[in-house]
């Protein structure tokens, strides 16, 4: 594991929102590595930093210090553009709310990322149409998504966050607006993706969501507490 390429590494990484009296240390020096092809998921209470990481990560806001390297770029300090050219092409993002657009198709929201990406017409069609039918939507490509059941949405959604082949897929709370039947359905395309060498970071509150990925990060405070948890540790030492 530890010879496989570091796609994530944050180093000393703070963030700081407000000033004076209402100033928040959402993140305080964080380290952390993830490696390429590595399962991850983020815990640990509200207010703990779990988003604020991801939004990092994921290149959606910036350090007030430290750096970030994404597949070995520091991208910490880059300009929007190449930072939003970065975000299109090397992650896929995958939310509670699906943030699927209502007056488009299953296969329309999940060719636009490629559009962004400059990818010609007869491509994006194509790749859409197998990535949803790998995902078991082959017959609700016209479908939108107020005629999708919330599983089958979040498969839209996930099909679009991989359509572009991203090396990281981000999620946050991606089952949180599931049952758990389809919680578990939805778990096991994960399980799947990160088979197929996609490396996937997870922020989640639940213990048995959790407890389906290799790897823990327990953050507190803005802290990582606990980098380096399997499931069995969770469940010792988190539920104690």
Not at 103 to 117: D, F, G, K, S, W
Not at 128 to 145: E, Q, V, Y
Not at 188 to 200: D, K, N
Request: charged residues 20%; contains cysteine; neutral net charge.
């Amino acid at each position: 594991m530890n010879h496989q390429p570091r796609i994530v590494r944050l180093e000393e990484v703070s963030k700081i929102y407000g000033s004076g009296n209402t100033t928040v240390h959402a993140l305080d020096k964080v380290n952390l590595v993830v490696n390429q092809g590595e399962y991850c998921s983020i815990m640990g209470p509200s207010g703990s930093g779990k988003s604020t990481v991801m939004n990092i990560i994921g290149c959606l806001d910036r350090p007030t210090s430290g750096k970030y390297y994404l597949d070995g770029v520091d991208v910490s300090q880059l300009e929007e553009q190449p930072l939003a050219e970065i975000r299109n092409r090397k992650i896929g993002f995958v939310f509670q709310q699906f943030h699927l657009l209502p007056q488009m198709t299953a296969l329309e929201n999940v060719m636009l990322p490629m559009i962004y990406a400059g990818i010609p017409p007869e491509v994006r069609r194509d790749r859409a149409k197998n990535t949803l039918t790998k995902l078991g939507l082959g017959d609700r490509l016209n479908n939108k998504p107020n005629q999708l059941s919330g599983g089958q949405q979040q498969r839209v959604a996930i099909s679009r966050a991989i359509v572009n082949q991203p090396l990281l897929l981000l999620a946050d709370e991606p089952t949180g607006a599931l049952d758990s039947r389809t919680t578990q359905e939805v778990l096991e395309i994960f399980q799947e993706l990160h088979r197929s060498g996609i490396t996937v970071i997870m922020v989640t509150h639940e213990p048995e969501v959790a407890r389906q990925t290799q790897r823990i990060i327990w953050f507190k405070d803005g802290q990582v507490i606990y980098p380096n948890l399997t499931p069995q540790e969770m469940l010792a030492t988190v539920t104690n």
